[in-house]
């Protein structure tokens, strides 16, 4: 090891090298530490949005219109002994609904 002390990273803001280089070993070993977790769990974050991003688009049915939301399910409704297919989903307090189809008895 150099006598010298380390060069801080060129990207590393003023306050934090001078606020760094004023602590004692047990204080840097602790920012290290947490540094290194608080890097880890922000990246594990970045990646569940980015998957939730892919499932989302992924899992969009291709019957879907584009004015109902992905999260939509379809319900059956009976209207005069006849059933129908709708796009149910919650905004906010309120059930909304949109037609789909007749419900096929063959299926």
């Known amino acids: 090891m150099s006598d010298e002390p380390p060069t801080?990273?060129?990207?590393?803001?003023?306050?934090?090298?001078?606020t760094l280089n004023e602590s004692d070993p047990e204080r840097l070993r602790d920012?290290?530490?947490?540094?290194?977790?608080?890097?880890?769990?922000?990246?594990?974050e970045a990646r569940l949005e980015e998957s939730a991003d892919q499932e989302e688009v992924e899992e969009r049915p291709?019957?879907?219109?584009?004015?109902?939301p992905a999260k939509a399910t379809i319900t059956i409704k009976e209207i005069?002994?006849?059933?129908y297919y709708y796009w149910?989903?919650?905004?906010g307090e309120k059930i909304r609904s949109q037609y789909k189809g007749p419900v096929n008895p063959d299926e």
Request: glycine share 0%.
């Open 31 to 44: 920012v290290a530490s947490y540094a290194e977790a608080l890097a880890e769990h922000k990246e594990r």
């Open 80 to 83: 005069n002994d006849n059933r």
């Open 62 to 68: 291709d019957d879907l219109p584009d004015d109902v």
């Open 8 to 18: 801080p990273p060129a990207t590393l803001p003023t306050e934090i090298v001078n």
């Open 88 to 91: 149910q989903w919650r905004e």
